[in-house]
């Protein structure tokens, strides 16, 4: 059984219908991406999952039940979205950040310092800036700020939206290989791109079009697919 499993999911903006039918599942403990376009019902997905949107149809289980309930009860069963934009608070220092993101656990004050230590051997730039404004950080350390806050509240599954968008391909490539080591520390991702370069980590891959899943497969297989790259690059 997956970790989590959508079928046939069917959701949007008031009477604006985005997704027509997704299916995907994602394994426990697995790296999983979420590619397509701009436009294409990625992070509607996403959303959808938080619980900050509502399903119209279909269904998504969670650990073997069908998910439902508001955003914070979702974040205490360890779904946890980092979303596109990163939105940290410019007026908060790193730490201050860091703590927000920890509200679930905010009275289990071992735990709390134990997340902190966690996210710090992640991102130990984020421990070097942990009293500086977080404003006055560079975009890829806003980013690694972003996830390292979801990281606060010992997410199971870790849902992150466009970590590389606006960085350098230095700058992404360091937050793609910290996601990395945060798969690989236990907890299962499911990350959207539009950087194709995600695919070489990826256990599994994939494609949305028009809120619909049009490929699927091993993150390496779809590296490889001439169909995938002539849907999704347009060559
Ligand atoms: N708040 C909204 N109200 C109405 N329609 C919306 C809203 N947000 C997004 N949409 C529409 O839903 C569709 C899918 O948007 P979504 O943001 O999920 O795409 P995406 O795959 O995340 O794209 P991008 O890569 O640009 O972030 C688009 O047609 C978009 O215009
Ligand atoms: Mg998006």
């Known amino acids: 059984m997956a970790l989590l499993e959508v079928e046939n999911l069917r959701a949007g903006?008031?009477?604006?219908?985005?997704?027509?039918?997704?299916?995907?599942?994602?394994?426990?403990?697995?790296?999983?991406?979420?590619?397509?376009?701009?436009?294409?019902?990625?992070?509607?997905?996403?959303?959808?999952?938080?619980?900050?949107?509502?399903?119209?149809?279909?269904?998504?289980?969670?650990?073997?039940?069908?998910?439902?309930?508001?955003?914070?009860?979702?974040?205490?069963?360890?779904?946890?979205?980092?979303?596109?934009?990163?939105?940290?608070?410019?007026?908060?220092?790193?730490?201050?950040n860091l703590r927000l993101g920890a509200w679930t656990i905010r009275r289990d004050a071992r735990r709390l310092r134990g997340n902190l230590r966690e996210v710090y051997a992640i991102f130990p730039r984020l421990e070097e800036r942990a009293d500086q404004l977080a404003g006055t950080l560079s975009g890829g350390e806003q980013q690694m700020l972003a996830i390292g806050r979801g990281m606060m509240s010992s997410p199971r599954l870790l849902l992150i939206d466009e970590a590389s968008l606006g960085l350098s391909p230095k700058l992404t490539e360091q937050v793609f290989a910290a996601v990395k080591l945060i798969n690989q520390r236990g907890t299962t991702v499911l990350m959207v791109e539009q950087n194709a370069g995600v695919l070489a980590q990826a256990d599994t891959a994939f494609v949305m079009q028009q809120g619909r899943i049009t490929v699927s497969g091993s993150g390496a297989d779809t590296l490889g697919d001439e169909a995938v790259k002539a849907a999704y690059f347009g060559t």
């Open 13 to 96: 903006y008031g009477s604006v219908p985005v997704l027509h039918g997704v299916d995907l599942a994602v394994e426990e403990g697995s790296n999983a991406v979420l590619l397509g376009l701009n436009g294409a019902g990625k992070s509607t997905t996403l959303m959808t999952l938080a619980g900050l949107l509502p399903v119209t149809g279909g269904e998504i289980r969670y650990d073997g039940e069908v998910l439902k309930g508001p955003p914070g009860a979702r974040v205490r069963a360890g779904i946890v979205l980092v979303p596109e934009g990163r939105h940290v608070f410019p007026a908060l220092t790193v730490k201050q």
